[in-house]
DNA sequence: CGACGGGACGC
DNA sequence: CGACGGGACGC
């Protein structure tokens, strides 16, 4: 499994078109000659993925100038962070010395990485989010088979199958990804759902995440929550000295004391998730979208996120949603102006979250 | 009257 | 308890 996509490399190292292309030179974005098929690639301009994050551009010049004379190196980062993405190009003078490269330093092991060596395919709108993410797959389904599978819908780039890395086997989750974006969406329509041979359960096709804006970083709010939560074992006084004010008139005669707030929500596990309040919104119509949610908890103080519980089938909301604060003086204060408001002809009901549910 | 998500990825 | 790779097209 190491080769795990090396074999996906295009088969046309240097084999296919013996007619000259127009240029070998970095510069080949003009001609957007799309003919449907994908372009001719470049036979000096490489691409080079799964770099050490530590390589710089000049390491990779480097490296690559021990093959032949390199035109141009350059290394891809966040625009922001200015970390590397883990790939870059190399483009050379001569297509010899590329197609050399690509013998000698693919699958290159570099640090703790493998790198990949590959002709780059012209850059292209066309190519872009061409990745798939794929589940469901039984758990003997192999990379070979994967690519079997999503071959008749274009051309794959590279293919993977997702396994424990104790046990070393398949997660029955998958990568696919192809040269164009139209046949990812073509693979999309024709397999996403569909049962592969010799399995039981449907498989589900959708693109993949973009790794660039995946927003696994857990805020920083909520390590200061913690400490302040020891504090509520006492009535609450004034919450942070005294209230904002709020934009919403008439509901506080309808709320709950502030005690009984905290009684449930001193329950482990229940409000507090450990990164903010968790509100349970009850008596939404059925058209409520998450809008609704912001703004009627947004004046109240910071809100991290906000959920609409909706039927699988028809969409259309369960009745119910929820809503997280950060603040929990704040979340106490939505919830005693929100409980008993009136929204539309709907009397809402807004607590702190409890365990409730269904099943168990 | 009714009623408390989640395709959470980690050991 | 299935869940975003090893940062894949010029940041």
Not at 25 to 50: A, D, F, M, P, R
Not at 164 to 180: A, C, E, P
Not at 259 to 281: T, Y
Request: glycine share 8%; hydrophobic share 35%.
């Amino acid at each position: 499994m190491m080769q795990n996509g090396m074999d996906t490399v295009p088969q046309q190292n240097g084999t296919m078109h013996t007619n000259s292309t127009s240029s070998s030179n970095s510069h080949n974005s003009s001609s957007q000659t799309n003919t449907g098929g994908h372009q001719e690639e470049s036979k000096t301009n490489l691409i080079v993925n799964y770099l050490p994050q530590t390589m710089t551009q000049e390491e990779i010049r480097s490296l690559f100038a021990s093959i032949g004379e390199v035109e141009s190196c350059k290394l891809i980062r966040d625009k922001v962070t200015g970390q590397s993405l883990g790939y870059g190009f190399v483009n050379y003078h001569r297509p010899e010395d590329a197609e050399k490269a690509i013998n000698t330093l693919n699958g290159l092991r570099l640090q703790n990485k493998t790198i990949k060596v590959s002709y780059a395919r012209p850059s292209s709108e066309a190519i872009k989010g061409a990745n798939l993410y794929v589940s469901g797959l039984p758990k003997n389904m192999t990379q070979q088979d994967l690519e079997n599978l999503f071959s008749p819908y274009g051309r794959i780039i590279t293919s993977r199958i997702l396994c424990d890395n104790i046990t070393g086997l398949s997660k029955g989750v998958g990568f696919i990804r192809f040269d164009q974006r139209i046949e990812a969406e073509r693979a999309i329509q024709e397999l996403n759902g569909t049962i592969p041979k010799g399995s039981t359960e449907p498989i589900t096709v959708k693109f993949a995440n973009n790794p660039s804006n995946n927003n696994k970083a857990i805020p920083p709010l909520a390590a200061y929550l913690a400490p302040q939560a020891r504090r509520f074992g006492g009535p609450i006084h004034h919450p942070t000295g005294r209230f904002r004010y709020i934009p919403l008139s008439p509901l506080s005669r309808y709320s709950p004391l502030a005690g009984d707030l905290l009684a449930n929500s001193m329950l482990p596990g229940n409000a507090m998730n450990g990164s903010g309040w968790c509100i349970f919104v009850y008596n939404l119509a059925p058209e409520t979208e998450e809008n609704v949610l912001w703004q009627l908890f947004g004046p109240f103080g910071a809100v991290q996120s906000v959920k609409v519980i909706r039927d699988l089938q028809t969409n259309k909301c369960k009745g119910f949603g929820f809503v997280t604060m950060t603040n929990y003086d704040e979340a106490v204060v939505a919830i005693q102006s929100l409980n008993g408001y009136t929204l539309g002809n709907r009397v809402l009901q807004v607590s702190f979250k409890t365990n409730k549910s269904k099943a168990t």
